[in-house]
């Protein structure tokens, strides 16, 4: 088995196992690796947000004739008490956060904090495990941290900074800074996933990934 990282942090936690680090060259230079290296199945357990990584992974299989399955852990759904705002893009995050609040807390990583460059009268802080880069909010404080957080840290950050709105991106996973936001009646702009390719099988769970590598192996050694 091979995992394949994007490279986009320098000291990112390591999957055991033979690991590339760094990107393929889009469609075409994927296409050219999944050959030379006679892959025999891709799965794609990118980031719900990796759209471009997906969309390439789609093309490439298509081009090759290699199984394609996309890993990804179901999203999260508003429960009672939640004052949820979904927007279907970051720039629409953008545009509403002046109706909602002035101090605003994002979680939507690094690369994402340009969208918010140019929203007049807020104030921010993010967290990322590294600092982003320009452009940014003129009122930007930054937390370089890497989770998990849990639920009391995040009530005690939301408190500590006076936040009264909080963005992310509808990633799934740990729900604490959604639940603290719940707690303090604090409004949270969730900003909807990228659509999937058509046509190819999605699964929630790693163990619902190797079953479908097991029958694959099992249809490969069938001769069907």
Avoid: N
Avoid at 180 to 198: F, K, N
């Amino acid at each position: 088995m091979i995992s394949s990282l994007a490279g986009r942090t320098r000291s990112p936690l390591l999957p055991p196992g033979e690991v590339r680090i760094g990107g393929f060259g889009g469609v075409a230079g994927l296409t050219s690796y999944l050959t030379s290296t006679g892959i025999d199945a891709v799965i794609d357990a990118t980031h719900p947000f990796a759209a471009t990584m997906t969309s390439h992974a789609a093309a490439a299989c298509a081009a090759t004739g290699t199984p394609l399955l996309i890993l990804r852990r179901p999203g999260w759904t508003a429960g009672p008490g939640d004052r949820w705002h979904r927007v279907p893009s970051l720039s629409a995050a953008a545009a509403l956060l002046p109706s909602l609040g002035e101090r605003v807390f994002l979680t939507t990583g690094r690369q994402s904090i340009a969208a918010f460059a140019d929203v007049p009268g807020c104030w921010f802080v993010s967290r990322s495990v590294e600092p982003p880069a320009p452009p940014m909010p003129a009122r930007l404080e930054v937390i370089l941290d890497r989770g998990p957080f849990g639920f009391e840290a995040e009530r005690s950050l939301l408190l500590s900074y006076a936040v009264d709105v909080l963005v992310t991106k509808d990633s799934g996973g740990s729900t604490a800074k959604l639940d603290a936001a719940r707690t303090l009646d604090v409004p949270v702009v969730v900003v909807d996933r990228p659509p999937l390719p058509d046509g190819v099988p999605v699964v929630a769970t790693v163990d619902a990934a190797v079953q479908w590598l097991d029958q694959l192996e099992a249809l490969t050694q069938s001769g069907t």
